[in-house]
Each structure stands twice: as structure tokens, then as C-alpha cells.
Nanobody, 125 residues
Framework: VELVDSGGGLVRPGGSLRLSCVAS????????MSWVRQAPGKGIEWVSD????????DYADSVKGRFIISRDNAKNTVYLQMNKLKPEDTAVYYC???????????????????WGQGTQVTVSP
């Protein structure tokens, strides 16, 4: 399993960025995918989930209405469109493939056996 994140950068408050994650090494369309983030000095925060078909999505309250997760199974790619960015969105963002058998808290590291390398998002004036 390999996940390669990209698309981060420096953006002003109110701006937008689109993150991408290209997956390989597994049957992409059969797996849910997630984005999580980690701000400096803090634990991981679950951001969003998308199911294998792309029709079912879920978001943390902190990003609901501003972020959109999507996927293109033909390209083995999952996206995170981030709009109306705020300074508190500053973090390293990771594409992950969650364990489909996991039933606990979505902030638990053990939910995520596979991670991308992470991409830095900085929101600053």
C-alpha cells in the first residue's frame, strides 16, 4: 500500500487549496479513505471520510460546509477541496486508509494503518 499526498501550501485566510492523494498497491475502489490532520503540538484530528463508491461522505464539525472530499476511482485518487480556510486549519494533512474492521473513535491512531507522507497547509495573512 502506498499513499502519496500533495497540494499543500501557504494560503491567506479565506483562500482555497485542493489536496490530492494517489493510492497504489491495493484495490482502491473497495476501500473507504480518510483525511486526518495534525496541528503543531497537537494530536491527530479526523477531518473527513469517503466510502469506496464516493457517494457517502462525512466531515468533522470544524470543517463541515467548507471542505469537500471526493474521489476518482479511475485515477486511484482521493481529493480534499478546502475552502474558506482559517488559521486554525494550519496543520499537516495526511491521506489515510482506515481499517475497515475498526469500530472505535475516529481520532485513534489505530484506526489508520496506512498513511501518506503528509502535506503542510499553512493559513496565514
Amino acid at each position: 500500500v502506498e499513499l502519496v499526498d500533495s497540494g499543500g501550501g501557504l494560503v491567506r485566510p479565506g483562500g482555497s487549496l485542493r489536496l490530492s492523494c494517489v493510492a497504489s498497491g491495493f484495490a482502491f475502489g473497495f476501500y473507504d479513505m480518510s483525511w486526518v490532520r495534525q496541528a503543531p503540538g497537537k494530536g491527530i484530528e479526523w477531518v473527513s471520510d469517503i466510502d469506496g463508491s464516493g457517494y457517502s461522505t462525512d466531515y468533522a464539525d470544524s470543517v463541515k460546509g467548507r471542505f469537500i472530499i471526493s474521489r476518482d476511482n479511475a485515477k486511484n485518487t482521493v481529493y480534499l477541496q478546502m475552502n474558506k480556510l482559517k488559521p486554525e486549519d494550519t496543520a499537516v494533512y495526511y491521506c489515510t486508509r482506515p481499517d475497515p474492521t475498526f469500530s472505535g473513535n475516529r481520532e485513534q491512531l489505530s484506526r489508520y494503518p496506512y498513511w501518506g507522507q503528509g502535506t503542510q497547509v499553512t493559513v496565514s495573512p
